[in-house]
């Protein structure tokens, strides 16, 4: 089993920055690639961004450039870096990884 914790949502407006976090919990000696996703309402979670064992990251089109994922391995815990922010980024954005395991999710809401 493996727990995941984010924090670090709210609200700022167009322009402006925020880091969430993601702390892992339990098995994790499996975990080889930790992920980002986000789900707007009435839109389908969409990957935003991955880190792989070794550093490998991933971004979706939408927000490469203004999102940087990254990973401290003695906390075990996954940052996505969110810069240059705009309206349509609001989305609940949750933690994921190997086996399926989800985070509850944190709420970004960008103001225009």
């Known amino acids: 089993q493996v727990q995941l914790v984010e924090s670090g949502g709210g609200l700022v407006q167009a322009g402006g920055s925020l880091r969430l976090s993601c702390a892992a919990s339990?098995?994790?000696?499996?975990?080889?690639?930790m992920d980002w996703y986000r789900q707007a309402p009435g839109k389908q979670r969409e990957l935003v961004a991955r880190?792989?064992?070794?550093?490998?990251?991933n971004y979706a089109d939408s927000v490469k450039g203004r999102f940087t994922i990254s990973r401290d391995n003695a906390k075990n815990t996954v940052y996505l870096q969110m810069n240059s922010l705009k309206p349509e980024d609001t989305a609940v954005y949750y933690c994921?990884?190997?086996?399926?395991?989800w985070g509850q999710g944190t709420q970004v809401t960008v103001s225009s």
């Open positions: 994921h990884t190997v086996g399926g395991y």
């Open positions: 880190i792989i064992s070794g550093g490998v990251t």
């Open positions: 339990g098995s994790i000696s499996s975990i080889n690639y």
